[in-house]
């Protein structure tokens, strides 16, 4: 034996190693295949277990957490039908570039390759989606790869890694030495890189950036938005990365992505010099690679971003800058110029932005959101996160919520279904002083509304609003523009359930509004209350967005 370092089984291990990382929650649907961690977390109040009820609300409250610490949000489900269950959160992590661990009990050492009960391949499954996929078949060495997936989660691009942990390998008593915590990677900017960007601005007639994504951070957001505003520079959000800087910021000009302002979206194409920060320049947030294409021609494009190997990936980028977010934000924030004179752009861009997400009421539309919205932006504070999935319904948020500071948004890129609800409960169990407002469609909601169990076993605080047209609205969208009177598989007819109900069965609260005037007495009583409460929201599916009818869509079929 080893002097000083003790006997352990290797599930002990593990939670020791969370510890050491500075790890305080995870999330999990129990399996037998990881019962010595279970064992171990019983002797470790410091870490909060929050119990799921599915393996997707699972991985999406792990999620959920990554974006809103800026640490590895932990996951912990079974093999086979739990893994594949998570697989949609891991994705999700993937392309939002979120930091995440899941971990995967496995069959044990000796079954493998027999096609034992619920066996997977788990490294090759997750390949695809995952910044690391491995699997830990000496306990000894559970030390080295734990630490190793803090690190990669965090590095660069941050992202989610899989560890597969069979469950004999974690009854196995060994001696292993624990690992110190893994400190953050900040890659510096470079100086001289800083001051080509200053000549390119001094340069420009119409310079626009594009904010948040990878590594992005409240220090980032803060600094960048007082170096935009200083010298006049309007800022778009990609897309879902509203809360990149505050909405109240002088030059904010909304967010790209879908249902953009045509103004916003011109001054991008217009735009001389693009610089974007931390975004990829996904196909959502340009549009499907047109609003600014790889090739940018008559544009120059500034990138900067946390990794390297997403520099020229894509986009060629005239000035590549890799650094850590908030230290380049930092150095924009205190670089000093005085040769450049102010842009106008910023203020002109923010007051069309002011103009674009005030709603109007609109004629003969019983209940219409985008009042809903602003009766929500009248009576609750800058710091409410609003949490959703994906959907049309999302859109009205989009466009006429104003979002605080990050973490205010929590919404995925990959715009998966079903998130909102288990990031509301991540939300309120991170942040319980803060109001938190899951935003979904009745579709959506209804891929994860089990996890209402979760919010009211630990007596979660969420407000639900579930927008009701009774159908899968995005798909029937498409489907009324290239089909048009041909509906098939995008109606959910009578098939809903009655919500109100659905809240009271997990001890919440619940109304229904049907319209527009008798939405601000319902969010009164709502917020007057706590725990679950819900307001199911019936809507028109000829209201299909806030800018377009489906009569509209049939018309340009």
């Given at each position: 034996?080893?002097?000083?370092?003790?006997?352990?089984?290797?599930?002990?291990?593990?939670?020791?190693?969370?510890?050491?990382?500075?790890?305080?929650?995870?999330?999990?649907?129990?399996?037998?295949?990881?019962?010595?961690?279970?064992?171990?977390?019983?002797?470790?109040?410091?870490?909060?277990?929050?119990?799921?009820?599915?393996?997707?609300?699972?991985?999406?409250?792990?999620?959920?957490?990554?974006?809103?610490?800026?640490?590895?949000?932990?996951?912990?489900?079974?093999?086979?039908?739990?893994?594949?269950?998570?697989?949609?959160?891991?994705?999700?992590?993937?392309?939002?570039?979120?930091?995440?661990?899941?971990?995967?009990?496995?069959?044990?050492?000796?079954?493998?390759?027999?096609?034992?009960?619920?066996?997977?391949?788990?490294?090759?499954?997750?390949?695809?989606?995952?910044?690391?996929?491995?699997?830990?078949?000496?306990?000894?060495?559970?030390?080295?790869?734990?630490?190793?997936?803090?690190?990669?989660?965090?590095?660069?691009?941050?992202?989610?890694?899989?560890?597969?942990?069979?469950?004999?390998?974690?009854?196995?008593?060994?001696?292993?030495?624990?690992?110190?915590?893994?400190?953050?990677?900040?890659?510096?900017?470079?100086?001289?890189?800083?001051?080509?960007?200053?000549?390119?601005?001094?340069?420009?007639?119409?310079?626009?950036?594009?904010?948040?994504?990878?590594?992005?951070?409240?220090?980032?957001?803060?600094?960048?938005?007082?170096?935009?505003?200083?010298?006049?520079?309007?800022?778009?959000?990609?897309?879902?990365?509203?809360?990149?800087?505050?909405?109240?910021?002088?030059?904010?000009?909304?967010?790209?992505?879908?249902?953009?302002?045509?103004?916003?979206?011109?001054?991008?194409?217009?735009?001389?010099?693009?610089?974007?920060?931390?975004?990829?320049?996904?196909?959502?947030?340009?549009?499907?690679?047109?609003?600014?294409?790889?090739?940018?021609?008559?544009?120059?494009l500034v990138h900067v971003h946390p990794d390297p190997n997403e520099l020229?990936?894509?986009?060629?980028?005239?000035?590549?800058?890799?650094?850590?977010?908030?230290?380049?934000?930092?150095m924009l924030d205190e670089w000093q110029d005085p040769d450049l004179v102010?842009?106008?752009?910023?203020?002109?861009?923010?007051?069309?932005?002011?103009?674009?997400?005030?709603?109007?009421?609109?004629?003969?539309v019983a209940m219409d959101l985008g009042p809903c919205v602003g009766v929500?932006?009248?009576?609750?504070?800058?710091?409410?996160?609003?949490?959703?999935?994906?959907?049309?319904?999302?859109?009205?948020?989009?466009?006429?919520?104003?979002?605080?500071?990050?973490?205010?948004?929590?919404?995925?890129?990959?715009?998966?279904?079903?998130?909102?609800?288990?990031?509301?409960?991540?939300?309120?169990?991170?942040?319980?002083?803060?109001?938190?407002?899951?935003?979904?469609?009745?579709?959506?909601?209804?891929?994860?509304?089990?996890?209402?169990?979760?919010?009211?076993?630990?007596?979660?605080?969420?407000?639900?609003?579930?927008?009701?047209?009774?159908?899968?609205?995005?798909?029937?969208?498409?489907?009324?523009?290239?089909?048009?009177?041909?509906?098939?598989?995008?109606?959910?007819?009578?098939?809903?359930?009655?919500?109100?109900?659905?809240?009271?069965?997990?001890?919440?609260?619940?109304?229904?509004?049907?319209?527009?005037?008798?939405?601000?007495?319902?969010?009164?009583?709502?917020?007057?209350?706590?725990?679950?409460?819900?307001?199911?929201?019936?809507?028109?599916?000829?209201?299909?967005?806030?800018?377009?009818?489906?009569?509209?869509?049939?018309?340009?079929?």
């Open positions: 034996m080893t002097k000083g370092i003790a006997t352990r089984t290797g599930g002990r291990i593990l939670v020791d190693q969370l510890l050491a990382q500075g790890v305080d929650r995870i999330f999990t649907v129990p399996g037998e295949s990881f019962l010595a961690v279970l064992d171990a977390l019983h002797d470790s109040p410091e870490i909060d277990t929050v119990v799921c009820r599915q393996e997707g609300g699972v991985a999406y409250m792990a999620d959920a957490d990554g974006k809103m610490t800026g640490r590895p949000g932990i996951a912990f489900v079974t093999r086979g039908p739990g893994a594949t269950n998570a697989s949609g959160g891991v994705h999700v992590a993937f392309q939002d570039s979120t930091p995440m661990i899941l971990f995967v009990g496995d069959l044990a050492r000796g079954d493998r390759d027999r096609e034992g009960f619920q066996e997977i391949d788990m490294e090759a499954f997750f390949k695809p989606v995952a910044k690391w996929s491995a699997r830990v078949d000496d306990a000894r060495r559970i030390p080295e790869y734990v630490a190793r997936a803090f690190r990669v989660a965090t590095a660069g691009r941050p992202g989610p890694v899989v560890l597969s942990i069979p469950e004999d390998m974690l009854r196995d008593e060994v001696e292993a030495a624990d690992r110190k915590a893994v400190p953050p990677v900040a890659e510096m900017p470079d100086p001289g890189a800083v001051a080509a960007l200053f000549e390119l601005l001094k340069e420009a007639a119409a310079p626009i950036a594009i904010v948040g994504g990878a590594d992005w951070s409240p220090c980032a957001g803060h600094h960048f938005a007082n170096f935009a505003y200083r010298h006049g520079i309007p800022v778009a959000a990609a897309f879902r990365r509203q809360d990149a800087v505050s909405n109240e910021c002088g030059v904010y000009a909304g967010q790209l992505g879908y249902g953009p302002n045509p103004k916003l979206q011109q001054r991008v194409r217009d735009a001389d010099l693009v610089i974007a920060v931390g975004a990829r320049l996904g196909e959502s947030t340009t549009d499907g690679y047109t609003l600014l294409t790889p090739d940018h021609p008559g544009q120059t020229g990936r894509v986009y060629e980028a005239d000035l590549p800058i890799c650094a850590d977010m908030g230290e380049f934000a930092q102010r842009f106008s752009a910023g203020e002109q861009a923010h007051k069309e932005w002011l103009d674009w997400s005030t709603p109007a009421p609109r004629d003969g929500m932006r009248d009576k609750l504070p800058a710091n409410t996160i609003i949490c959703n999935g994906a959907g049309n319904f999302s859109g009205w948020w989009h466009r006429y919520w104003h979002y605080g500071p990050q973490p205010t948004q929590l919404a995925p890129t990959s715009g998966t279904m079903g998130y909102g609800l288990p990031a509301a409960v991540a939300a309120s169990l991170r942040f319980a002083d803060r109001p938190v407002v899951c935003v979904a469609g009745d579709g959506d909601f209804l891929m994860n509304g089990q996890e209402l169990a979760t919010a009211a076993s630990r007596n979660a605080d969420l407000l639900v609003i579930l927008v009701d047209n009774g159908n899968y609205g995005t798909i029937r969208m498409h489907q009324e523009r290239d089909y048009p009177d041909r509906v098939s598989g995008t109606q959910l007819g009578d098939g809903n359930p009655d919500f109100v109900k659905f809240a009271e069965a997990f001890g919440g609260w619940g109304t229904r509004v049907e319209t527009t005037d008798a939405f601000e007495a319902a969010f009164d009583e709502a917020m007057g209350r706590k725990g679950i409460r819900l307001l199911h929201c019936l809507t028109d599916i000829e209201q299909i967005t806030n800018a377009t009818t489906l009569t509209k869509l049939k018309a340009k079929a």
